[in-house]
């Protein structure tokens, strides 16, 4: 089922949690749950688990609640989870050989086209099945490979330098774990920003108040 | 200014971006904001921005605005930026490198006092002063220096192992990259955990829905 609608921000941001925690279920052959149920595994009102996939058209079936298999399946193809949309990786250093080594793109829709690097070490090393190419070879390889999607482990004013030639040649949306403002440059890009520091911060608030009854961001 | 009530995970997981972006004008020499300017920037509804500061008491003042230097300060002591939590990593593999080399510990609440890991061939490595210690050693430590927070990037068994031995000894707080649930297994403790998937699923879905309005996830 497909939106024919804007989806809020804070709704497309809690569907991959949905869709978590549906699987999770899905592996321990749990077949259907009711919003209430989900709502106290997740943390979240009943009310809003309705109300967020109501964007979506429901799914959900008075006095059966949802269908675990069923909900699991739309809401992947809502996530685009089967599309394997092309990427790269810009930056094989520590983060971006984290991510190839403990992403599992093709379960996240995308699949993992070119790893790119300045760094001459790195150029020529072999990673789950792709050679680390010279960031020089950027353009030219976007031009033949049309990757649409772009992990940016590099530097801000590296990001910055390529960010015009990326998306001249078609790419469209960044994972960006640099803090180059790719949206404030490019208008009509997707971006997700990571921000690691703002998750410490927030463990940092929990053990500061250790008295609250918080305990655990997930 | 701390508060004395439960405050929402939702609402604890917007602070760090609040704390952020008023980071940022404060960059920019802005030194007063009203809360309508504040949402357009961060794309949430000025009733947000209120009803989320005033869980600690409001800040705001009518007709004028936020003193952003001042409101800025109050969010860092409310989140424990200054505090100095004593922390340490759980393997320096990919991740644990990155986090090292890209995150300012101290400017988000924590000093990383040790780093920790069971490869013979990291061990004894110097990263920011402090040198990679033997997984076997952590015990020890943690009696004689009482870290309170642990970053775990080390894979779900392992964690599992050890979790018990931390918790034991300490270890009241866990930034998880891990898939293990401490929380289930260990009552009291506080935990963050950081789906990087869930975060390229939301990409995902940007990019298979174009025509949507939301550029950015942030």
């Given at each position: 089922m497909k939106s024919d609608k804007n989806v809020s921000n804070s709704v497309i941001n809690r569907l991959p949690r949905y869709y978590r925690f549906l699987g999770t279920l899905l592996n321990k052959d749990v077949t259907r749950i009711s919003s209430k149920e989900l709502s106290q595994l997740m943390h979240v009102t009943a009310s809003q688990i309705r109300q967020d996939l109501n964007c979506f058209g429901g799914f959900g079936q008075q006095?059966?609640?949802?269908?675990v298999e069923l909900l699991h399946r739309e809401l992947g193809s809502i996530l685009g989870v089967n599309n394997m949309t092309p990427a790269i990786i810009l930056g094989a250093g520590n983060l971006g050989k984290a991510l190839i080594n403990s992403i599992e793109f093709p379960r996240c829709?995308?699949?993992?086209?070119g790893i790119f690097e300045k760094n001459p070490a790195v150029i020529g090393q072999n990673y789950i099945g792709l050679t680390v190419q010279d960031i020089a070879n950027l353009e030219k390889f976007c031009q033949t490979y049309h990757p649409k999607v772009a992990a940016i482990c590099i530097p801000k004013d590296e990001a910055a330098a390529l960010a015009d030639t990326m998306v001249a040649n078609g790419i469209v949306g960044f994972w960006n774990?640099?803090?180059?403002?790719f949206n404030f440059h490019h208008e009509g890009v997707k971006v997700v920003n990571v921000h690691l520091r703002d998750s410490l911060m927030t463990l940092s608030y929990m053990v500061t108040h250790m008295d609250e009854g918080n305990s655990k961001i997930d």
């Open positions: 006095g059966y609640g949802y269908n829709g995308f699949q993992l086209v774990f640099s803090s180059y403002d």
